[in-house]
């Protein structure tokens, strides 16, 4: 059973930075793809960063290319999001997730197979 445990949120300035880590267990596919995903009060549920899990291409929604990057550490299985030059349009529950299926990007809530529990971002300005 695949479970997907985030950390790292917090509140930080505008300008500021944060990191997400996303520690991963159970999963197995070499085909796959992991995604961050956001959502603040009263919005849906967006796509902002994926990377196949075999090969490391990544896809970055246009409002953070830029300024986040998606990472992962097969050694430790685990995700990461460096988040840089935050904006208070930033701040949303940020939730990692994975689908099985092989695909460039994995953005859209409909492929996913798999989520976690969220961590939240808080920026001011």
């Known amino acids: 059973q695949v479970q997907l445990v985030e950390s790292g949120g917090g509140s930080v300035q505008a300008g500021g930075s944060l990191r997400l880590s996303c520690a991963t267990s159970g999963l197995t596919y070499t085909s796959g793809c992991m995604a961050w995903f956001r959502q603040a009060p009263g919005k849906e549920r967006e796509g902002v960063a994926s990377i196949t899990t075999s090969g490391g291409s990544t896809y970055y929604t246009d409002s953070v290319k830029g300024r986040f990057t998606i990472s992962q550490d097969k050694a430790s299985n685990t995700l990461y999001l460096q988040m840089n030059s935050l904006r208070p349009e930033d701040s949303a529950m940020y939730y990692c997730?994975?689908?099985?299926?092989?695909?460039?990007?994995?953005?859209?809530?409909?492929?996913?197979?798999?989520w976690g529990q969220g961590t939240q971002v808080t920026v001011s300005s």
């Open positions: 997730a994975a689908t099985r299926r092989w695909m460039t990007r994995c953005t859209v809530v409909s492929v996913i197979n798999t």
